[in-house]
Nanobody
Framework: QVQLVESGGGLVQAGGSLRLSCAASRSSFSANSMGWHRQGPGKQREFVAAIISGSRTSYADSVKGRFTISRDNAKNTVYLQMNSLKPEDTAVYYC?????????WGQGTQVTVSS
């Protein structure tokens, strides 16, 4: 089992920045992927960014050039640096870790971007 705890969400004006953190309860070294999804009001959950096989990164087109995903293996933590935020980035952001065939999710952290 892997428990994930997100933090760093909040209210920010358009153009501002936030950094989300996701701390895992055990070493993330063996994870197939670690990443973030989000679910906006009235929308389905969607992929945002991921680190795959330890080093390769992937981003949704809507966040490329604005968001950066990174990980700190020593702290079992994955980060999402979000810059140039837009109102359409408003959502609950969920941390996701895949280990083998197991898929783990955090409880989510709210990000609200005001115009």
């Amino acid at each position: 089992q892997v428990q994930l705890v997100e933090s760093g969400g909040g209210l920010v004006q358009a153009g501002g920045s936030l950094r989300l953190s996701c701390a895992a309860s055990r070493s993330s070294f063996s994870a197939n992927s670690m990443g973030w999804h989000r679910q906006g009001p009235g929308k389905q959950r969607e992929f945002v960014a991921a680190i795959i096989s330890g080093s390769r990164t992937s981003y949704a087109d809507s966040v490329k050039g604005r968001f950066t995903i990174s990980r700190d293996n020593a702290k079992n933590t994955v980060y999402l640096q979000m810059n140039s935020l837009k109102p359409e980035d408003t959502a609950v952001y969920y941390c996701n870790v895949v280990v083998g065939i197991n898929d783990y999710w955090g409880q989510g952290t709210q990000v609200t971007v005001s115009s």
